[in-house]
């Protein structure tokens, strides 16, 4: 019978902090499982939650010192990993608009306060998509942000195309609660959102 593995204890991570390798190794080690479990269980896909991972041990190797209790390495780890997670969605939430076609007049270059909202909108969707029940927050980027076709969808979700499209509309439907419930003024003027409407339906296939 195998032995779940553990964190590693208070001591161990005492002299990781204090400058010893071989400590600073096991640690690392041993919490590589753990970690790989909080992102598999935060993250959009296997891809964002290995990135996620390896981000999150390359913090823990560099600034374990800056880690104030040695009791918390798991705590720390686990907001490291979840920052890493949305960091994923916001970079794709907010990517920039298709460049114009050659020859054509390009857009408007945005004011500093155009760009500044557009931050906060993309800051505030991310959190809420990454608030989203894991296998919500998996259906909605997938489609809805990365644009994927909706039978590659869902088929790298081991679901039927009408349990792909049901458990999008239910993401949808969630995440436009969650936005309306925290909608700024400025949302409300722009009028601008990234996720279809529910009653949209899934029309492309």
């Given at each position: ?178 936005l309306a419930v925290t909608d ?14 529910p009653d949209e339906g899934d029309?492309?296939?």
């Amino acid at each position: 019978m195998n032995r779940p593995f553990s964190w590693p204890d208070e001591r161990l991570v005492r002299a990781a902090q204090d400058g010893d390798v071989a400590s600073l190794t096991t640690v690392v080690m041993e919490s590589q499982p753990h970690v790989r479990k909080f992102a598999r269980s935060l993250c959009a896909s296997p891809q964002d939650a290995e990135d996620a991972a390896q981000e999150a041990l390359i913090i823990l190797y560099r600034k374990i010192g800056t880690l104030r209790a040695s009791g918390a390495l798991a705590s720390w780890m686990f907001r490291i990993v979840r920052n890493e997670c949305l960091r994923q969605v916001r970079l794709l939430v907010a990517r920039p608009e298709e460049p114009a076609a050659a020859g054509a007049e390009g857009p408007a270059e945005p004011s500093a306060e155009e760009a500044v909202l557009h931050r906060l909108e993309a800051e505030r969707i991310a959190a809420a998509v990454g608030a989203l029940p894991r296998e919500q927050r998996q259906v909605l980027i997938m489609r809805d942000v990365q644009g994927l076709p909706g039978r590659t969808v869902a088929h790298a979700l081991g679901l039927s195309n009408a349990a792909m499209k049901s458990r999008l509309h239910r993401a949808r439907a969630a995440l436009r609660h969650s936005l309306a419930v925290t909608d700024p003024p400025s949302a409300r003027a722009t009028g601008r959102t990234t996720v279809p409407r529910p009653d949209e339906g899934d029309p492309r296939p």
